[in-house]
């Protein structure tokens, strides 16, 4: 079964932090590299990060590179996102996903139903 699940959202003012956390199936976990993409209003979806289940590298995109941290927990079948020093321009509905392209933020196979994050300034 198909199976990405993300933790709630929240409400935070800018430059305070958010974590969320992803669980996934373990043949997703075992199959895909894990990480997250952000869709916010009007916008389109945008790649922000992701680990390599092949070799544990991390990318991010630039727009929260220095500020976001992914790590996993193979154990657990879970992926957190950690996010710090938030903007406004970080709200946005996040995905947790399944890439092909990890390196490339690139690839989407599955995700999630999706979580808000809304920064307030």
């Known amino acids: 079964e198909v199976q990405l699940v993300e933790s709630e959202g929240g409400l935070v003012q800018a430059g305070g932090s958010l974590r969320l956390s992803c669980t996934a199936s373990e043949f997703l976990f075992d199959d895909f590299s894990i990480g997250w993409f952000r869709q916010a209003p009007g916008k389109e979806r945008e790649g922000v990060s992701c680990i390599s289940s092949s070799d544990g590298n991390t990318y991010y995109a630039d727009s929260v590179k220095g500020r976001f941290t992914i790590s996993s927990d193979n154990a657990k079948n879970a992926v957190y996102l950690q996010m710090n020093s938030l903007k406004p321009e970080d709200t946005a509905v996040y995905y947790c996903?399944?890439?092909?392209?990890?390196?490339?933020?690139?690839?989407?196979?599955?995700w999630g139903q999706g979580t808000q994050v809304t920064v307030s300034s």
């Open positions: 996903a399944a890439y092909y392209y990890c390196s490339e933020l690139d690839g989407l196979q599955y």
